[in-house]
């Protein structure tokens, strides 16, 4: 295996340090939970000093979205050679911060120098869960995402961008790779994201097995699942601790995935009962030891070495 395959660059999504007021407030109906105390600025020097070599963002770390913000973003990431990638939403069922068109979404990344957008489909899906891979009523929204991802490929072409679809909560692997097939693109891709399948009660390893031939970009994330006299429970762990082989899954991008050139890590944290001055440490804690097991157990990034 050549070296640029074992060392694949390693990059964050901002969602990571959500408690900060990064990414997303995911989870909330109508407030935006967590207060924005740090910026995109301090993300990227974090980059630099915790050895990544870039940085997954949304909007929401974009604000304020005026010319001169993003210009500025562009120019820093760029003097302190962080790549960007950005991501984006249809129909975000929590925080409409992040929802974007297409063309508009490429128009953003373009802005702030990142060459590729990941985006989420919010496929509203029926219940009971079970067994609706491919429902029609999930199917009839998958062809709506198609016409919109057909219309904006003469942009994406015309600005050299790569597009991502993420199997995000809401669907299946074997959907992911039929809109990918479907449009039939070399610089569309699918985004295997290694949680998002227990949350529509698919198999980790399976969902990885059937997107990999189609993947161009990943989000790396690790669960630990309890059973208690509630239920069973999938908990946001540092990557490395939980009951997700993500060692494993690197290793089949690296062999199996060409397509992929760059992993992207995505802690979630327990809070618990703790302050949010006390869970955003541990948050930050938590990120640092898993960009230090992916570097040094598992050999990704290039930063440094």
């Given at each position: 295996?050549n070296?640029?395959r074992?060392?694949?660059?390693l990059?964050?999504?901002?969602?990571?340090?959500?408690?900060?007021?990064?990414?997303?407030?995911?989870?909330?109906d109508?407030?935006?939970?967590?207060?924005k105390?740090r910026?995109?600025?301090?993300?990227?020097?974090?980059?630099?000093?915790?050895?990544?070599?870039?940085?997954?963002?949304?909007?929401?770390?974009?604000?304020p979205m005026?010319?001169?913000?993003?210009?500025?973003?562009?120019?820093?990431?760029?003097?302190?050679?962080?790549?960007?990638?950005?991501n984006a939403?249809?129909?975000?069922?929590?925080?409409?911060?992040?929802?974007?068109?297409?063309?508009?979404?490429?128009?953003?990344?373009?802005?702030?120098?990142?060459?590729?957008?990941?985006?989420?489909?919010?496929?509203?899906?029926?219940?009971?869960?079970?067994?609706?891979?491919?429902?029609?009523?999930v199917?009839?929204?998958?062809?709506?995402?198609?016409?919109?991802?057909?219309?904006?490929i003469?942009?994406?072409?015309?600005?050299?961008?790569?597009?991502?679809?993420?199997?995000?909560?809401?669907?299946?692997?074997?959907?992911?790779?039929?809109?990918?097939?479907a449009?039939?693109?070399?610089?569309?891709?699918?985004?295997?994201?290694?949680?998002?399948?227990?949350?529509?009660l698919?198999?980790?390893?399976s969902?990885?097995?059937?997107?990999?031939p189609?993947?161009?970009?990943?989000?790396?994330c690790?669960n630990?699942?309890?059973?208690?006299?509630?239920g069973?429970?999938?908990?946001?762990?540092?990557?490395?601790?939980?009951?997700i082989?993500?060692?494993?899954?690197?290793?089949?991008?690296?062999?199996?995935?060409?397509?992929?050139?760059?992993?992207?890590?995505?802690?979630?944290?327990?809070?618990g009962?703790?302050?949010?001055?006390?869970?955003?440490?541990?948050?930050?804690?938590?990120?640092?030891?898993?960009?230090?097991?992916?570097?040094?157990?598992v050999?990704?990034?290039?930063?440094?070495?």
């Amino acid at each position: 295996m050549n070296n640029d395959r074992l060392h694949l660059p390693l990059g964050m999504h901002s969602y990571t340090l959500h408690l900060s007021g990064f990414g997303e407030s995911w989870g909330f109906d109508s407030e935006h939970a967590f207060e924005k105390v740090r910026d995109i600025f301090w993300l990227i020097d974090r980059a630099v000093e915790w050895g990544l070599d870039g940085l997954h963002v949304t909007n929401v770390d974009l604000e304020p979205m005026t010319p001169e913000n993003l210009a500025k973003i562009k120019a820093e990431a760029k003097a302190k050679n962080v790549y960007l990638e950005l991501n984006a939403s249809f129909n975000a069922p929590c925080d409409p911060r992040v929802n974007a068109t297409v063309e508009g979404a490429l128009r953003t990344a373009e802005a702030i120098g990142a060459d590729l957008v990941k985006f989420s489909l919010d496929i509203e899906r029926p219940r009971p869960l079970y067994g609706t891979c491919m429902h029609p009523k999930v199917m009839v929204q998958l062809a709506d995402r198609y016409e919109k991802f057909r219309a904006a490929i003469p942009l994406m072409e015309q600005l050299g961008m790569t597009m991502s679809i993420e199997n995000h909560c809401d669907t299946y692997a074997d959907e992911v790779v039929w809109l990918v097939k479907a449009l039939d693109h070399p610089s569309i891709g699918a985004c295997i994201d290694t949680i998002n399948p227990l949350c529509v009660l698919e198999g980790v390893e399976s969902a990885v097995e059937k997107m990999i031939p189609y993947a161009n970009c990943c989000h790396l994330c690790d669960n630990a699942l309890r059973i208690d006299h509630n239920g069973t429970h999938s908990i946001g762990v540092p990557v490395g601790t939980g009951d997700i082989d993500c060692a494993h899954i690197v290793q089949q991008f690296r062999e199996r995935s060409p397509r992929m050139k760059r992993i992207t890590l995505e802690n979630e944290c327990e809070v618990g009962t703790m302050s949010i001055e006390e869970a955003r440490e541990k948050e930050i804690e938590a990120c640092i030891g898993t960009i230090k097991y992916l570097r040094d157990v598992v050999g990704l990034g290039v930063r440094g070495r």
